[in-house]
């Protein structure tokens, strides 16, 4: 069963349209009285890992045991609830009758783990991201790499770019270089080369930044030197008889020129189905782009699916 109310669940989760359950479906209003507060609060207590570079997936506090009010619902036939529509039933949250805890902290190592927050010894660095133009590049995904040996462990090593496309880092002390469009491949909202601080291409060529405890490296200026030219290419996607396939999804129907791209498009198929896909197609730089692309899914049953490996063409180099 699958369990939800507002600000509830994982961080994150995937779950596909398609396999949702029709709406609207009936409303729930989150009673946030002292009772939800209290479940809330014992509900987001975690364990505090004493090293920086361990990672505890999971580590609640409390064991949590309430009487709840809320909705049952049932999906429906062929369709699910929350991660990957997976869940057939799922029970949305009114308000808690009553909670009940237990401590789980006696079963940690109290050597590894404290029940309260550790500072590490951090230092920041931030900057801005400028285009060819010299404006600001907002909404931009800015990565900062350890230049030590072994690695250093960077809790966050991605960071998004503000509306004046400002960026800031939190680090453990140490030596680093700055890029940006060096995790994803240029596309059409960022059609520009990998580029390091200050302004290169080369990895090799980036200036180290260095950075001590409570220190903060600021106004860094990271500049693109050029944009890339966007391509967008039509793609459609047929079933083996020739009928179009609503809600497929294409990747990648974007391109940038000058760097080979695979194209692979598949349907997913429901609860308890994963997809079907059409044979992934290699586009290389030094190779004309066709005006259009037809991909062909490679079953004919429409209602049923079954796995196929993304298979990447043994011609493709695909790039960064």
Not at 144 to 166: F, L, M, N
Not at 268 to 291: D, E, M, N, T, W
Request: glycine share 6%; aromatic share 10%.
């Amino acid at each position: 069963m699958w369990f939800t109310y507002p600000g509830s669940g994982p961080a994150a989760y995937v779950s596909f349209s398609t396999g949702e359950p029709s709406k609207p479906r009936p409303s729930v209003q989150l009673t946030k009285d002292k009772s939800f507060r209290e479940f809330q609060k014992y509900v987001d207590a975690k364990m505090y890992s004493r090293q920086r570079d361990s990672v505890c997936v999971d580590c609640p506090r409390y064991e949590v045991t309430a009487v709840m009010v809320g909705l049952v619902e049932f999906a429906g036939v062929g369709r699910g609830f929350g991660h990957m529509n997976m869940f057939p039933v799922q029970f949305v949250l009114h308000s808690i009758e009553k909670s009940t805890v237990k401590d789980l902290a006696p079963n940690y190592d109290a050597a590894e783990y404290s029940t309260t927050p550790i500072r590490f010894p951090t230092g920041y660095v931030s900057g801005t991201l400028l285009g060819p133009d010299g404006r600001a590049i907002s909404d931009a995904d800015v990565n900062i790499y350890s230049v030590s040996d072994p690695p250093t462990h960077i809790d966050e090593d991605s960071a998004t770019t503000d509306e004046k496309g400002r960026f800031k880092f939190a680090v453990p002390p140490g030596s680093y270089i700055v890029g940006f469009n060096t995790f994803w491949p240029p596309s059409a909202n960022a059609p520009y080369p990998p580029t390091y601080y200050p302004s290169t291409k080369e990895r090799a060529a980036a200036q180290v930044v260095s950075v001590d405890d409570k220190e903060h490296v600021k106004n860094l200026v990271l500049k693109v030197a050029q944009s890339l030219t966007a391509r967008v290419i039509p793609v459609k996607v047929l079933w083996p008889d020739g009928r179009p396939v609503p809600d497929a999804n294409v990747w990648i129907s974007q391109l940038i020129e000058g760097i080979d791209y695979i194209v692979h498009a598949d349907k997913y198929a429901g609860l308890a189905r994963v997809s079907c896909g059409a044979k992934s197609l290699s586009i290389r730089a030094s190779q004309p782009i066709p005006p259009r692309i037809q991909l062909t899914l490679s079953i004919n049953d429409y209602h049923v699916c079954k796995n196929i490996d993304f298979d990447i063409p043994t011609d493709a180099t695909p790039q960064n």
